[in-house]
């Protein structure tokens, strides 16, 4: 009997492997059109989450009970997807942006909080940490893309290896079941 649980286990890691392996890879070879590809996934599950709450809401006006916030959180949560789906790539210009803005922020707001700290160690690393994040929301406002294309290389890389590990832990995990 354990031996079926070997067998199924190993073949789900090769295949979880796989994917991480084929995603890794598509991300460090086409960081942008990788991006895009989840931008636009995500939009479809929100266009899907939205339809859902909708028959959510249906279901509530039948039982006659409140459905008001329910109905606008879903056709916010459609229309958003909409936007993400069909719109990409202003989209994922927008969305950098407003991450630049808000590190931008963030890190004026370290510095000032440095400024006021008589701990030399605490002072120390809100510097470091104040100055890292302006300079990181300067850079989005520049080249958004670079450094968005720079962040799913990294995932990509990351995804690679762990893809790598999976599928041969899972040869491993094979040729266990099999010595059995």
Do not use: C, H, R
């Amino acid at each position: 009997m354990k031996s079926n649980s070997y067998s199924i286990n190993w073949t789900v890691l090769a295949f979880n492997g796989l994917i991480a392996l084929l995603f890794g890879l598509m991300a460090i070879f086409a960081p942008l059109d990788t991006l895009k590809v989840i931008i636009m996934y995500f939009g479809i599950v929100m266009i899907i989450v939205g339809i859902a709450m909708m028959f959510g809401v249906y279901s509530s006006m039948k039982n006659k009970l409140n459905y008001g916030t329910d109905l606008i959180s879903a056709i916010i949560t459609i229309g958003l997807g909409i936007v993400l789906t069909f719109f990409t790539e202003k989209t994922l210009e927008i969305f950098v942006v407003v991450v630049g803005i808000w590190a931008v922020i963030l890190g004026i707001g370290q510095l000032l909080i440095m400024a006021n700290l008589e701990s030399k160690g605490d002072k120390q690393f809100l510097l470091y940490s104040g100055l890292f994040t302006l300079i990181f929301g300067v850079l989005l406002f520049f080249n958004p893309f670079a450094l968005a294309s720079v962040f799913v290389v990294i995932m990509g890389i990351m995804s690679t290896i762990i893809g790598v590990v999976l599928i041969s832990f899972s040869f491993k995990l094979k040729n266990l079941q099999n010595s059995k």
